[in-house]
T-cell receptor, first 113, second 114 residues
Framework: SQTIHQWPATLVQPVGSPLSLECTVE??????LYWYRQAAGRGLQLLFY??????ISSEVPQNLSASRPQDRQFILSSKKLLLSDSGFYLC????????????FGEGSWLTVV | AQSVTQLGSHVSVSEGALVLLRCNYS??????LFWYVQYPNQGLQLLLK????ATLVKGINGFEAEFKKSETSFHLTKPSAHMSDAAEYFC????????????WGAGTKLIIKP
């Protein structure tokens, strides 16, 4: 069966520090991968999605970036965090065509102080 | 452009009462429709999904949803609420040609009163 792992689960970082959140998927090949963010009291915001290695689409201009160095690995990064980057970050995956279910990881809480 | 509207950011029901969470979508083509549930500090979990088969879709934990094309709705129901149903519920639509994205509603927080 397929599983998704996301870490770290909780992170407290000072303003201006770098960020790296990592996500890996097991049990499937060539998944579509996603990074979402939930700010406090707000809905889901799609940040990045990837349909293959090295193929990243950005949905929201910001100081975050994503990379996909391997088929089942998706990394969210920032060189300098802002207070507004605080939130709950969710990695997710799906396969196939639009309409397939998206499966989510357990999420990472980021607090920028 | 496609959109999803969830009526009510918070819905409060008594334990044992009917749960009704509303979702309306806008789409010019037949959509795929989803309901997800998110428990506190966790990721989202699929409750159920409509893929143009039966219009009444049964999901996990006793939830079901009915696709009504004429009303462009996909409301989520459960006959009898349980305390463990307290969570946030998200409706989403995926349309062919949407570049693999789901269009998400803003979410409805379900509160269960004892």
């Amino acid at each position: 069966s397929q599983t998704i792992h996301q870490w770290p689960a909780t992170l407290v970082q000072p303003v201006g520090s770098p960020l790296s959140l990592e996500c890996t998927v097991e049990g499937t090949s060539n998944p579509n991968l996603y990074w979402y963010r939930q700010a406090a009291g707000r809905g889901l915001q799609l940040l990045f999605y990837s349909v293959g290695i090295g193929q990243i689409s950005s949905e929201v201009p910001q100081n975050l970036s994503a990379s996909r160095p391997q088929d089942r690995q998706f990394i969210l990064s920032s060189k300098k965090l802002l207070l507004s980057d605080s939130g709950f970050y969710l990695c997710a995956w799906s396969v196939g065509v639009p309409g397939n279910t998206i499966y989510f990881g357990e999420g990472s809480w980021l607090t920028v102080v | 452009a496609q959109s999803v509207t969830q009526l009510g950011s918070h819905v409060s029901v008594s334990e044992g009462a009917l749960v009704l969470l509303r979702c309306n979508y806008s789409s010019s083509v037949p959509p795929y429709l989803f309901w997800y549930v998110q428990y506190p500090n966790q990721g989202l979990q699929l409750l159920l999904k409509y893929t143009s088969a039966a219009t009444l879709v049964k999901g996990i934990n006793g939830f079901e949803a009915e696709f009504k094309k004429s009303e462009t709705s996909f409301h989520l129901t459960k006959p009898s609420a349980h305390m463990s149903d307290a969570a946030e519920y998200f409706c989403a639509v995926s349309v062919t040609g949407s570049n693999y994205q789901l269009i998400w509603g803003a979410g409805t927080k379900l509160i269960i009163k004892p």
